[in-house]
Nanobody
Framework: VQLQASGGGLVQAGGYLRLSCAAS????????MGWFRQAPGKEREFVAA????????YYADSVKGRFTISRDNGKNTVFLQMNSLKPEDTSVYYC???????????????????WGQGTLVTVSS
């Protein structure tokens, strides 16, 4: 599975962005898809994940109520809608794919099998 993230950019605090992650490969629908972020000098942290069917979603406490993860298996794409952005959301955002049988590890970046290249989100105050 190859992943290509896009949609990052510069936005003012309180604004919104929508990230996309396009996947290649016919087995996309069998993977749990996650978004992680990493700010300079910090470890990569979990943001959100969605089950293979899209019915189950998981969020970090820091983004709950502001971010929404979704997927379109017909288009092999996962999305991250980010609203009410804050300066502390500034990071490089990565999408990643996790084998569906390992869904209980959705928040552990070390468990993910494939990663996209990252897209930079900058939120100005």
């Amino acid at each position: 599975v190859q992943l290509q993230a896009s949609g990052g950019g510069l936005v003012q605090a309180g604004g919104y962005l929508r990230l996309s992650c396009a996947a290649s490969g016919r087995t996309f629908s069998s993977y749990v898809m996650g978004w992680f972020r990493q700010a300079p000098g910090k470890e990569r942290e979990f943001v959100a994940a969605v089950s293979w069917s899209g019915k189950n979603t998981y969020y970090a406490d820091s983004v709950k109520g502001r971010f929404t993860i979704s997927r379109d298996n017909g288009k092999n794409t996962v999305f991250l809608q980010m609203n009410s952005l804050k300066p502390e959301d500034t990071s490089v955002y990565y999408c990643a794919a996790l084998d569906g049988l390992s869904i209980r590890f959705y928040a552990d970046p070390k468990r993910y099998d494939y990663w996209g290249q990252g897209t930079l989100v900058t939120v100005s105050s």
